[in-house]
Nanobody
Framework: VQLQASGGGSVQTGGSLRLSCAASGNTFRIDDMRWYRQAPGKERELVAGITSGGTANYGDSVKGRFTISRDNARKTVYLQMNSLKPEDTAVYHC??????????????????WGQGTQVTVSS
């Protein structure tokens, strides 16, 4: 199981970016999906999460500016980021609770992580 994140980049304050994270591999079911971020010298922070049914939750610092969504058929989670601020600068990682079938045809539950994508917001 792999998660591939994309969509990071550099924008000015007030700009927007859309992150994507697609799962691949022999996934049987994907439950909750999340976006985390980590800025230099800071602890990792939960940005947003979404259940398989579409219920979303957000960190206080991004409420009203970021929107998480998912396309279950495409095994993809998105993060629309609007009104970006310099303090949003960080490496953003996607995470998912995945149930997959291994080579022994056994169901295995894992928390999969994407490789991270850099978001830089300049003032």
């Amino acid at each position: 199981v792999q998660l591939q994140a994309s969509g990071g980049g550099s924008v000015q304050t007030g700009g927007s970016l859309r992150l994507s994270c697609a799962a691949s591999g022999n996934t049987f079911r994907i439950d909750d999906m999340r976006w985390y971020r980590q800025a230099p010298g800071k602890e990792r922070e939960l940005v947003a999460g979404i259940t398989s049914g579409g219920t979303a939750n957000y960190g206080d610092s991004v409420k009203g500016r970021f929107t998480i969504s998912r396309d279950n058929a495409r095994k993809t989670v998105y993060l629309q980021m609007n009104s970006l601020k310099p303090e949003d600068t960080a490496v953003y990682h996607c995470n998912a609770d995945v149930l997959y079938l291994n080579y022994a045809e056994e169901y295995v539950a894992v928390k999969a992580w994407g490789q991270g994508t850099q978001v830089t917001v300049s003032s």
